[in-house]
């Protein structure tokens, strides 16, 4: 099975683009962050950034939904990918989302509301 569930704040606008054969594919990073107290007490924290891609009229809304500092919940598959550039192999490892749930508002510092709606989206729900 291979399945990534990821909670965590966007680091920039989506972007997105067209394949020659009009398909949208949106592109963005997550990152999600883990703290800890070490031996002497102190607390440390580390930031993990994870690359986001999605497709179809769900990269359209992602594109048009989400926002740099908006918290958003993805799942989805792993996927490596592979090219060539200048006589060298270059690798990518990025999460391809199937489901996406936008969350809280676009700014950093506010977290969301108990009552604020949840906007969830999967590539099977969308009516259009």
């Known amino acids: 099975m291979n399945k990534a569930i990821i909670l965590g704040r966007l680091g920039r606008d989506p972007e997105i683009k067209y394949t020659p054969g009009g398909q949208p594919v949106c592109n963005f990073s997550v990152a999600t962050s883990e703290s800890w107290k070490d031996k002497s007490g102190e607390k440390q924290e580390r930031t993990e950034w994870h690359r986001i891609v999605v497709w179809g009229k769900l990269a359209e809304l992602c594109h048009q939904y989400l926002l740099k500092g908006r918290q958003a919940l993805i799942e989805g598959r792993i996927q490596t990918r592979s090219w060539e550039k200048d006589g060298k ?35 099977d729900d969308i009516p259009f």
């Not at 490892?93 to 949840?118: C, M, R, Y």
């Open 89 to 123: 192999t270059n690798y990518s490892t990025e999460i391809v989302a199937s489901t996406v749930q936008f969350l809280g508002s676009g700014s950093e510092k506010q977290e969301p509301a108990h009552d604020e709606p949840v906007q969830t989206f999967t590539e």
